[in-house]
């Protein structure tokens, strides 16, 4: 009763992708996420060596960061606007659960932290972009779409790979070159 008062459905549904992802990760995929992946020493050292081309990573970011958003946008002008709210939150907190069993299991503490490095600072702007877009598609049709929402959401995504491009490569890193 107390989370239909409040209204943490986001939260709830984002935290039980994760428990998914979590779960997933440690009795399913736990022998391939150990033996490959991202956490491992190559993919990293890798990693520090290679030099950004600014073009290719925009065009990088712009289909795996606007295209799913878009996808979802699309979704939510036809009648599986809620399913695809909660898919979305079912699949990022899935996916971050895997991520950071990964982290842990390859690197423990420190691959944690890498993971927050990672995603820094551009995580914010695309939650506030997707919490926006989500939120209307949850609400509808209490809520409505105006330009105002569409401003915000174009420029919390754009602000959002401007950061992944040149700010968190950097950020990275200098986390690596410090920490590992």
Not at 20 to 33: D, E, K, Q, T, V
Not at 85 to 102: D, K, P, R
Request: with cysteine; hydrophobic share 55%; proline share 2%.
């Amino acid at each position: 009763m107390r989370i239909h008062q409040r209204k943490n459905y986001f939260v709830i549904l984002y935290m039980l992708g994760f428990l998914c992802g979590i779960l997933y990760a440690n009795f399913i995929a736990r022998n391939y996420i150990t033996m490959t992946g991202i956490f491992h020493e190559y993919f990293l050292n890798q990693y520090t060596q290679t030099k950004i081309v600014i073009e290719d990573y925009f065009l990088y970011l712009l289909q795996w960061r606007v295209l799913p958003f878009v996808a979802v946008a699309l979704l939510g002008c036809t009648r599986l606007r809620k399913a695809a709210a909660v898919a979305c939150l079912l699949w990022t907190g899935f996916s971050g659960g895997v991520l950071a069993v990964g982290a842990v299991l390859r690197m423990g503490a420190k691959g944690m932290l890498l993971c927050l490095a990672g995603i820094f600072p551009q995580l914010i702007f695309y939650i506030m972009s997707y919490a926006m877009l989500l939120w209307y598609l949850y609400k509808y049709p209490e809520s409505r779409w105006n330009s105002t929402k569409t401003v915000f959401v174009i420029l919390m995504m754009g602000a959002g790979i401007i950061t992944e491009m040149y700010l968190n490569p950097g950020i990275v890193r200098w986390f690596m070159d410090v920490v590992m």
